[in-house]
């Protein structure tokens, strides 16, 4: 399984860096996707990362998130900046097979921002 940290208070405008850390499961990946989940809505992927490190942003992220990872450790990252209210949520992390099929996933770290 994988575990989510960094999460935070934070004022509009503020940044936070999460952190997603697997035992294995993100080295062995195909695709990391992170994805928040608002009170009340579905889970939102707002970016993803390839085994080959290319990235891919939702419309809201683009321009102000990050994804990264480290080729040699089983951790992905997601830099975040310029927040605002509408960024509030659970923030989780999963991992994807070639199939697109989640091979591990965590219970994610809570975002607010507040106005």
């Known amino acids: 399984q994988l575990v989510e940290s960094g999460g935070g208070l934070v004022q509009t405008g503020g940044s936070l860096t999460l952190s997603c850390t697997g035992s294995?499961?993100?080295?062995?990946?195909?695709?990391i996707n992170w994805g928040r989940r608002a009170p009340g809505k579905g889970r939102e992927i707002v970016a993803e990362i390839s085994w080959t490190h290319t990235s891919r942003y939702s419309d809201s992220a683009k321009g102000r998130f990050t994804i990264s990872r480290a080729s040699d450790k089983d951790v992905v990252y997601l830099q975040m900046n310029d927040l605002k209210p509408d960024d509030t949520g659970v923030y989780s992390c999963f991992a994807l097979d070639r199939f697109n099929a989640p091979t591990a996933w965590g219970l994610g770290t809570q975002v607010t921002v507040s106005a």
């Open positions: 294995g499961d993100i080295l062995n990946a195909y695709t």
